[in-house]
């Protein structure tokens, strides 16, 4: 095979080392190096000294990060998935790992995963961060229910949300001593005054001294965590000011919120020159079926594991949207729900939210909804031969007589 590459080198990251093996006309060089700052700085070093243009490395876990911190910008680095290079089986050493990602890199037999620039990567560590803190503000409510529950108080019977106004006073009110289910009901706020009758009854319980020291821990909590919240929430609304304009169409999606743009955003970015297509997107994202033939036989079309955060943002936007009413979206999971299942028909809603951002971004224009109707409209002549068809099988005579406009 035709070498592409002359001076390149294959790199095997671990925790602690760094092999490295170079493959020049000169022949081939294998050296380890430390996986601390100053190794990195001499791994450099040496690579500068020989030569070498491209670098390539394993994505293992984290580690791979430090390395490709020191090597950007003075190398072509690429970070490759290791499930695309593995090596034929047999005896399996860092150096051999080493010298064959050098020689898949050195015949262009390697493709590097899409590694966004340092601002982007420090943007979807602090919105991924604030996911995760989101998640756990979520746990501790539902741990504050699960007490609750134990104390025989049915609170959420009652109020939608148990860490409200309202409800946060109630908490607070038990958690000093008050038992009396009136006194505890006049604490509420706003429309939920008008259920007070029903809060009596669902307040009416055995709190104990150990449940009030939980519901006190339990909010300590619940307040760092919104205070953290808020505080990420500014620093990434910092950060989105360049694409706030983006930021605006994408939000008016159906079922799309500012959270959802911002998370989206943060993982595919602002530059869609990196992909060729809207469908390249959604093959990168794994928001569409997989590709397995043989033998002329469709195999298995799973969606495959992928950029698990963009996912996530997908799916509770493309729930959102299906909940939606008289939208594209709506129409399309009841369309497919109907015949495929829910998760398959909301993985379909979410590969066309993730499509239509696409061009959102690429061609700098707003959302257009294409009805709820749009379906019936492609195919007119379907829908109305099977309603005929099925108001004949109850015994009736159907006539049609075509009006000014079939759909409004």
Request: include cysteine; glycine fraction near 6%; charged fraction near 30%.
């Amino acid at each position: 095979m035709q070498a592409i590459h002359e001076r390149c080198c294959g790199l095997d990251v671990h925790k602690e080392t760094v092999v490295a093996c170079i493959l020049t006309p000169e022949g081939k060089e294998i050296q380890s190096f430390s996986a601390m700052t100053n190794g990195l700085l001499k791994l450099a070093d040496w690579l500068s000294e020989r030569g070498v243009t491209h670098v390539a490395m394993e994505s293992t876990g984290v580690y791979w990060k430090p390395v490709y911190n020191l090597l950007e910008g003075d190398f072509e680095a690429m970070v490759v998935n290791a499930q695309h290079i593995k090596a034929v089986p047999g005896r399996k050493t860092d150096v051999k790992d080493a010298e064959w990602i050098a020689k898949l890199l050195q015949h262009g037999l390697i493709r590097g995963s899409f590694i966004p620039d340092r601002p982007q990567r420090e943007l979807r560590e602090v919105v991924r961060y604030r996911r995760s803190i989101i998640r756990q503000r979520a746990q501790v409510v539902n741990r504050i229910q699960k007490v609750l529950e134990g104390a025989n108080i049915k609170l959420s019977n009652v109020a939608t949300d148990v860490v409200g106004a309202s409800g946060k006073a109630m908490l607070k009110a038990m958690i000093n001593g008050t038992e009396d289910p009136k006194v505890l009901a006049e604490m509420a706020k706003g429309r939920l005054r008008k259920k007070r009758p029903e809060l009596e009854e669902a307040l009416k319980g055995l709190i104990s001294a150990h449940q009030r020291m939980m519901l006190e821990s339990l909010l300590r909590h619940l307040d760092f965590l919104d205070k953290e919240i808020s505080q990420l929430d500014e620093e990434v609304e910092q950060r989105m000011r360049p694409f706030e304009e983006t930021i605006r169409r994408i939000s008016e999606m159906p079922g799309m919120g500012r959270r959802n743009a911002e998370e989206v955003l943060a993982e595919i970015g602002s530059d869609m020159s990196r992909f060729p297509s809207a469908n390249h997107l959604a093959s990168w994202a794994r928001m569409c079926p997989g590709n397995n033939e043989s033998a002329g036989k469709r195999l298995s079309g799973r969606i495959g594991h992928a950029n698990s955060w963009l996912r996530s943002a997908l799916v509770e936007a493309a729930w959102s949207a299906s909940r939606t009413k008289e939208t594209y979206f709506s129409a399309q999971y009841h369309r497919l729900a109907s015949r495929r299942g829910r998760k398959k028909a909301i993985i379909a809603v979410g590969h066309t939210i993730l499509v239509d951002i696409y061009h959102i971004i690429h061609d700098k224009t707003d959302y257009r909804d294409l009805g709820a109707n749009y379906f019936d409209k492609r195919k007119s002549s379907f829908v109305i031969h099977n309603a005929m068809r099925r108001i004949e099988q109850l015994g009736f005579k159907v006539t049609l007589e075509p009006a000014q406009a079939l759909f409004s």
